[in-house]
């Protein structure tokens, strides 16, 4: 019986023993966990590069502007998996607008990767929205015409060819629902009164794979 109550005793004692140790790894696991959530959110949070877009169409552009109506295009990194948010928004988008405008969505695709190298479910998500032409663009050359970096960037351009929205259509980085830039293009392929003309875009950037970004067609290098 003392044997027992000896060791319940003991047992006790090491308990309380280990109990602030417990606690102090708690606090740092917690901090941890704190921390690591606090870089994700900021990280959702924190858009792209904007675009340097032309303020009428480019006419090096080899996409087919439509002259009766608006066009629109959303440039997209295949890999990014921003993309994927910034593709549902725009179906949703195009089923909701009242007047459909031409709408592209053009892939990037470096030089010297394999054939297929764009082939991605981002890519076929994209074919999937009714009504889109998916092309994909060799080393940038559309990017770089229409002065776009980040992924997920869209443009509206009228029926003269200016451009009337530039910016992004999701809220954050992978996150989907209501967004200024889904409503303003809602409203302008509405009435055709918008009431902003840029958000920010959210996504990655199309030019990863380069170790400097290439500037905008006739940006100064200030040299």
Known sequence: MRGSLARRVLTGIAGCRRQPVLWALLVVWLASVG????????????????????????????????????????????????TRASLGELAELLARARQRP?????????????????????????????GITVIRDDDGAEARRFGVSTSGQTLLYDRDGQLVYSGGVTAARGKTGGNAGRSILLEWLADGHPTRATTQVFGCSLFSWLKREPKAQGEDDGS
């Open 102 to 130: 031409r709408t592209f969505v053009v892939f990037i695709k470096p030089g010297g990767v394999g054939a297929a190298w764009e082939k991605t479910g981002t890519f076929d998500q994209a074919t999937r929205i009714p």
């Open 35 to 82: 921390t690591g959530l606090g870089w994700l959110m900021a990280y959702d949070n924190t858009p792209g590069a904007p675009a340097h877009a032309p303020s009428a169409w480019p006419a090096g552009s080899t996409l087919p502007r439509d002259a009766s109506g608006p066009t629109l295009i959303m440039l997209a990194h295949p890999r990014c998996d921003c």
